[in-house]
């Protein structure tokens, strides 16, 4: 999994009680709040096949110096799906830019590493595909204020419905971070 985490953040990622920004943590603290990620329901409204939270913890590959961050992996009962979230939380704006554009660098040096044309979900984004051991992940990458969003979907066909359902799931996750 860690391969695909590696992935997950090289490719940057509706909760039932709406969370705000304002009401996540200080700055200081090392590990964002769960209710800075959407939830399983929230996730399964656009991949139903997804069945169960699989690990949660922070993002120890998040770029540069991130002072807060949440990975959270999701998947169906085999573990043949997985869908990744991560929220990378930076001490300002200019910090946050600098690990997406690290970010963004190393998933186009990734072997294969396909780009996708998508809409733009913050202040910049970023996405593609890549198969890596058989497996194909679609992915991408969202700059919002001082965070970092990265969304993956691992084990699903690299199609256009694939991709528009992640960019819409993306959407919300950033709308839950800066409402």
Known sequence: MKSATIVTIAILC???TPCRASSLPPIDSTLLPMSAVLDLT????????????AQT????NAQGDAASSRSVFYENGGGSKRVTISV????DAA????????A???SEEVPNFKALKVPNLGARTFAGTVTMKGETHIGLGVLS??????ATLAGFDASHASASKLVSMS?????????
């Not at 204020?145 to 990265?150: E, N, P, S, Y």
Request: proline fraction near 4%.
């Open 88 to 91: 990378d939380r930076y001490g």
């Open 145 to 150: 204020g001082d965070f970092v969003v990265g």
């Open 14 to 16: 509706a909760l039932c």
């Open 42 to 53: 929230a996730v399964r409204s656009y991949f139903p096949e997804i069945t169960r939270l």
């Open 171 to 179: 959407r919300a996750e950033v709308a839950l971070l800066n409402p």
């Open 104 to 106: 963004r660098k190393k």
């Open 95 to 102: 910090a946050a830019a600098s690990a997406y554009a690290s």
């Open 57 to 60: 913890g922070a993002d120890t």
